[in-house]
Structures are given as structure tokens and as C-alpha cells.
């Protein structure tokens, strides 16, 4: 969509933590974020057409039809959070939200930088995605003060931390597909 941009291209229209998305990750994002690429995002329009509004929660009708089956599967990020991040964004306030979600990017970098032996980027972001800041702190805090060793160690050690504290709060790491 040629001409659209948003202020806070780090949460999207629908409730997606774009900040988070291997996509936007690799500097490229099909959505609704704004900037250089593939904005074909059909929420996107929606919101033109009705006026422009930040989020779709701002809509008077929403959740509309275009979320019947929104959340049943994933696209590059976890849809399964969508609606309660839209409302944890409305509730802490978009600048406190906006702020956890960099705190929880600086540990998505780290992570990618640090640990990833090549296949871990999607499970990296779906873990950070999904799991509480203070559970992703300690698991960083826990890598840091294991011995030196090779990436596929690192890596091997990362993901059964963030497995761990995932299973702790009966959460799923791999992205739902279409059915």
C-alpha cells in the first residue's frame, strides 16, 4: 500500500509484536509496519479505509469478521497472545508496552548473536515472543555463567532453558500452521 506508515511500527494493527518477528528481524516486513516493504497486510487497509485507526482494538467494531480464524494459526510470529497483548498494550499504556517489548528485543539480539548455531532464529522469537521478561532475563542470566564451549553447545543449552521455562507456564514454542 503505497503511502501508509504507522508511529509504532513495533506492535501492529491487529496486536502482533512485530518487534519480535524473524521478519522484521532480517530488516523486511510483509505487514503492516510501515517503511520499504510488502504492505499488502488486508488489516492494513481496513484501517485506511476506516479512518486510520492505530490499532484495531480502536475500532467500534471490532473483533470483526477478519479475526474468525486470525489466531488459529501462525504466520512468522505467535498468534495465540494477539488479543491479550492488545489488551496488556491498553492496559501498562503503548509507551510501557512499546518499552518491554525493546527489553525483550536487546534479549532476542543476544540470543541471535550469541547462541544460535544457524537453525534457532524462528525458536528464538516465538521464546521471546511468548515468555515473560523476568523468565527470559534469567535464562540469559543462567547462559552467561556457564562455562565457554562451541555455538552448538551454546545453542543446545539456550533451547532447553527456554523449553524449560516455556513448559513451566504450559506454553508452546513451534508456530501453529494451517490446518
Request: glycine letters at 8%; charged letters at 25%.
Amino acid at each position: 500500500m503505497k503511502g501508509f506508515t504507522r508511529e509504532h511500527t513495533e506492535f501492529s494493527l491487529c496486536g502482533l509484536n512485530c518487534l519480535l518477528c524473524p521478519m522484521q528481524v532480517g530488516g523486511y516486513c510483509p505487514g503492516c509496519g510501515g517503511g520499504p516493504g510488502n504492505q499488502s497486510c488486508t488489516i492494513a487497509r481496513c484501517s485506511t479505509d476506516k479512518g486510520g485507526y492505530a490499532f484495531c482494538s480502536q475500532c467500534p467494531t471490532y473483533p470483526c469478521a477478519r479475526y474468525d480464524e486470525f489466531d488459529a494459526a501462525d504466520s512468522f510470529v505467535p498468534h495465540s497472545r494477539r488479543a491479550a497483548d492488545l489488551n496488556c498494550a491498553r492496559e501498562l499504556g503503548l509507551d510501557a508496552y512499546i518499552d518491554e517489548l525493546r527489553a525483550k528485543r536487546v534479549i532476542l539480539d543476544k540470543l541471535l548473536a550469541d547462541y544460535n548455531d544457524g537453525r534457532r532464529k524462528t525458536f528464538y522469537c516465538a521464546a521471546v515472543y511468548l515468555l515473560p521478561l523476568e523468565d527470559l532475563k534469567n535464562v540469559v542470566a543462567k547462559l552467561e555463567e556457564q562455562p565457554e564451549c562451541s555455538v552448538k553447545e551454546r545453542a543446545a543449552a539456550a533451547v532447553k532453558l527456554l523449553q524449560g521455562a516455556a513448559d513451566g507456564h504450559g506454553v508452546c514454542l513451534k508456530l501453529n500452521k494451517k490446518k
